[in-house]
Every structure is written in structure tokens, then in C-alpha cells.
């Protein structure tokens, strides 16, 4: 199983940037999907996550700005980030609690991350 990552970039302040998250491999079912993100020196902080079923969760950070969204027929998350500022500058990674083909036990996965800086 593997999560791959990808839609980073550099953009100006007040822009848009949406990241994508595959989850591929012999999959049996995903519970939660969700991303977070890192700064050199800091810990890896939620930015959100949506649990299967449809409930979703946001940093106050970001609440307003961001959305995150899933095409579970495509085991990929979304996050559709709008109004960037300087502070969301990050490595972005996706992260996903899921059961493997052939497993009776779930497991988290993490995605490679996706570098966005928010800079004029």
C-alpha cells in the first residue's frame, strides 16, 4: 500500500493551490483520510480529516479556507486550499488509517508530503 502525494507549489498570498492523495495497493477498506502538515523544527500538526461516512474535521487554522473532500471509488482525498497566507508555507502530507487486502488489522499509511510555499 502506498499514498502518493501531489499538487504542491509556490503561490502568492490570497491564491489556491488543491493537493491530491492516491492511496493504491491491495486495499480493503479506508476509515479516516486527512492531511497535515510540518515545518522545519515544528511537530506535524492536523490541518483535516474526513472519516468515512462524511464527517470532516478542520484546524481553526484553516476553517473557512480549506476544504477537504473524498472520492472513496478512487481511494484519493482532496484539499482544496483557498486565501493562502504566508503561515500555511509547509510540507503537506496526506495520511490514511486503513485495512489491507488480506489483513484483519488496520494501519496508518503516510504519504511521501508536497512541498507549498506561500510567498510573494
Known amino acids: 500500500v502506498q499514498l502518493q502525494a501531489s499538487g504542491g507549489g509556490l503561490v502568492q498570498p490570497g491564491g489556491s493551490l488543491r493537493l491530491s492523495c492516491v492511496a493504491s495497493?491491495?486495499?480493503?477498506?479506508?476509515?479516516?483520510m486527512g492531511w497535515y502538515r510540518q515545518v522545519p523544527g515544528n511537530l506535524r500538526e492536523l490541518v483535516a480529516v474526513?472519516?468515512?461516512?462524511?464527517?470532516?474535521n478542520y484546524a481553526d487554522s484553516v476553517k473557512g479556507r480549506f476544504t477537504i473532500s473524498r472520492d472513496n471509488a478512487k481511494n484519493t482525498v482532496y484539499l482544496q486550499m483557498n486565501s493562502l497566507k504566508p503561515e500555511d508555507t509547509a510540507n503537506y502530507y496526506c495520511?490514511?488509517?486503513?485495512?489491507?487486502?488480506?489483513?484483519?488489522?488496520?494501519?496508518?499509511?503516510w504519504g511521501q508530503g508536497t512541498q507549498v510555499t506561500v510567498s510573494s
Open positions: 495520511r490514511a488509517a486503513l485495512r489491507p487486502g488480506g489483513s484483519d488489522s488496520w494501519y496508518i499509511y
Open positions: 495497493g491491495s486495499i480493503f477498506s479506508i476509515n479516516d
Open positions: 474526513t472519516i468515512n461516512g462524511g464527517d470532516t
